[in-house]
């Protein structure tokens, strides 16, 4: 095969596969509306996802590593922002993208300012 003949032949195998991969989520839409599965995720998933969130931060707040020392003013910080990620779920109409978003950002400042 040539040089050229090859580059088409990968450029052309690139771009099926590419269009497959960007198809396929709309092809599977239509079950997916129809799913009692999705339907479950689709309210259970934010609170998870927020749940796992705060665990990971409030865990590596207090540094629960092996002879590490707990620092209690990351501790306050990362209970601020917790607080702040739940008053603006319940508060912000149930954004969970806002609420991480909010969140987030409380610990941020808090961390690098206070």
């Given at each position: 095969m040539t040089d050229?003949?090859?580059?088409?032949a990968v450029a052309?195998?690139?771009?099926?596969?590419?269009f497959a991969?960007?198809?396929?989520?709309?092809?599977?839409?239509?079950?997916?509306?129809e799913s009692v599965l999705a339907a479950r995720l689709a309210v259970w998933m934010p609170a998870g996802v927020l749940t796992i969130l705060a665990v990971v931060m409030?865990?590596?707040?207090?540094a629960l590593a092996p002879g590490a020392p707990v620092d209690p003013r990351r501790v306050a910080h990362a209970l601020i922002a917790a607080v702040v990620t739940v008053a603006v779920h319940l508060l912000g109409g149930r954004r969970t993208l806002l609420s991480i978003a909010a969140g987030t950002l409380a610990y941020v400042l808090l961390v690098n300012l206070a």
């Open positions: 050229a003949a090859y580059l088409v052309v195998v690139a771009g099926a596969v590419t991969l960007r198809a396929l989520p709309f092809a599977l839409l239509r079950p997916l509306r409030l865990l590596d707040a207090a």
